[in-house]
């Protein structure tokens, strides 16, 4: 009888998962400072709740829960810093127990976390669906990316891994790559820790951020074009998204040269070879992943060459991303399951059967694909501003003059139902402040934002604009008052 029921319980295929997670009784919560990376994961998943420092929705949303007294705590300079925070404060303490479910609190997804999340989660008897802290630091390392890579048989662009101790030293360890170059850090987000050096000037203002680390990855500078590609590794095999165009250093939308500031999705937007091998790449690389010990989401950057065609691997993110929500709200993850789902069921504890070629293969064909962008508007200037007014999260309009208005309040994108219209998630409110590099929103809308070659369309400069318009602000002149991590999203 035993053997007869586990045999019922073991789930197969899609349908059967999905009605797992209707179906689902376990407490799960997303713990971060916005909702933005999971947007929609509680209308698949029973008993789903975002927990968020930032209230991007004025209470409005019905899954989100964010503490309405402010704690005392340090000053947050992390993703991991807010999480620590959200996880001590009693009411999301108080929140937790009204939702337990016998002596365990649930299970929990974070977009970043560190050692100390752990123990704050474990305490309050929350069970992490991620493989640990130590392990996704290391593989979040841009230098262990390039050796992995290097395992899967991935090609990366041109480059060496060495300390640099002074301008003459890097032009001698990277001889073979030319003197225009690009250096990351192990550890950075959005761009600001990427460094274009060409000459003794340029190496002169990064000296400090690069010196002080004991390795870094140099690389050939290639004329490129950026692209993004999500994952998830699974006992079954690697379930693979399709290839996605970033964007990435406009000045409209971000401060640093090397930033992501955003991600489109259409079809025909490369060639079948890229897409081709970008995927078995992918899946080369996923597969090493599980050979490392790791499970779950992932995403890669692609660089493809425009000079000779050629796609590289950038630079990997273990995790969840700022691309998710475009990844996860398309036509072809809404025909079969979002891919954060294949992720959710590998923590279940549940045995399920799973064709991975066969979803891969559907996931590939572009008529299943639709046409969305999303834009990353951050605050550009070297100024502070103390925010006196800022528009609602929840569906704009915008009309022919260049003039935007709010149209209804909405929980995420797929209400958006042309191109004269785009979903706004506030991130900077009234009362916060605007510095440089701080998230002021992301704008979600039907269509394209860029041109053939790579430039701002004239429709996403008017939306860029007319969002900025919607917000006030008082200069502030004495020490910055805040230092929030430079990016909540990525």
């Known amino acids: ?145 390039n050796r992995i890579a290097e395992k899967a048989k991935v090609p990366c662009v041109p480059y060496v891994l060495s300390e640099v101790k002074d301008y003459e030293h890097l032009c001698e360890v990277s001889k073979k790559l030319g003197s ?33 680390e004991k390795e870094v990855k140099i690389m050939k500078r290639i004329n490129c074009r950026g692209s993004a590609i999500e994952a998830c590794v699974t006992r079954h095999g690697t379930v693979v998204a399709p290839l996605m165009t970033e964007l990435v250093g406009f000045k409209d939308l971000t401060p640093y040269k090397g930033g992501w500031c955003g991600n489109e999705i259409y079809p025909g937007a490369f060639t079948p070879e890229i897409r081709k091998n970008a995927r078995e790449y992918t899946v080369r690389f996923g597969n090493q992943l599980r050979k490392e010990g790791y499970k779950g989401y992932f995403e890669l950057d692609f660089l493809i060459d425009q000079d000779n065609g050629e796609l590289y691997l950038g630079e990997l993110n273990p995790r969840v991303t700022g691309a998710s929500s475009i990844t996860n709200h398309a036509v072809f993850a809404l025909a079969d399951a979002p891919l954060y789902l294949f992720h959710i069921l590998e923590w279940m504890d ?42 609602k999260s929840g569906i704009w309009r915008l009309f022919d003059n260049g003039h935007i208005q709010f149209n209804r309040m909405d929980t995420h994108r797929r209400a958006v139902e042309n191109e004269n219209e785009a979903f706004f998630l506030r991130i900077t409110g009234v009362g916060d402040y605007m510095y440089e590099g701080a998230d002021l929103g992301i704008l979600v809308s039907r269509g394209r934002m860029m041109t053939n070659d790579f430039k701002l369309t004239k429709r996403a400069k008017t939306w860029i604009n007319a969002i900025r318009s919607q917000y006030s602000s008082q200069m502030v002149e004495d020490k910055r008052p805040v230092n929030l991590t430079k990016s909540l999203t990525k």
């Open 1 to 145: 009888m035993t053997q007869k029921n586990n045999q019922k319980s073991k789930l197969s295929g899609i349908p059967d998962i999905r009605r797992f997670f209707y179906k689902n009784e376990i407490p799960i919560y997303f713990i971060s400072a916005t909702n933005f990376n999971l947007l929609g994961a509680d209308e698949w998943i029973k008993g789903f709740k975002f927990i968020c420092y930032i209230e991007c929705f004025d209470g409005l949303h019905p899954n989100v829960f964010s503490p309405k007294e402010e704690i005392p705590h340090d000053e947050f300079e992390s993703i991991e810093d807010i999480n620590n925070y959200l996880l001590q404060h009693p009411e999301v303490q108080e929140f937790l127990k009204s939702r337990k479910k016998g002596k365990k609190a649930g299970k929990a997804l974070f977009l970043m976390f560190d050692e100390k999340t752990e123990a704050l989660a474990k305490k309050q008897g929350l069970e992490l669906m991620f493989p640990t802290a130590k392990m996704r630091t290391f593989m979040d390392n841009k230098v262990n990316t």
């Open 180 to 212: 225009d170059l690009v250096i990351q850090t192990p550890f950075g987000d959005s761009g600001h820790t990427t460094f274009f050096i060409s000459n003794k000037e340029e190496f002169k203002k990064h000296e400090e951020d690069i010196l002080k």
């Open 350 to 391: 549940v045995e399920y059967d799973l064709d991975i070629d066969e979803l891969n293969e559907r996931w590939a064909i572009q008529e299943n694909i639709d046409d969305w962008s999303q834009l990353i508007i951050k605050h550009t200037e070297d100024t502070i501003e103390y925010v006196t007014d800022a528009p």
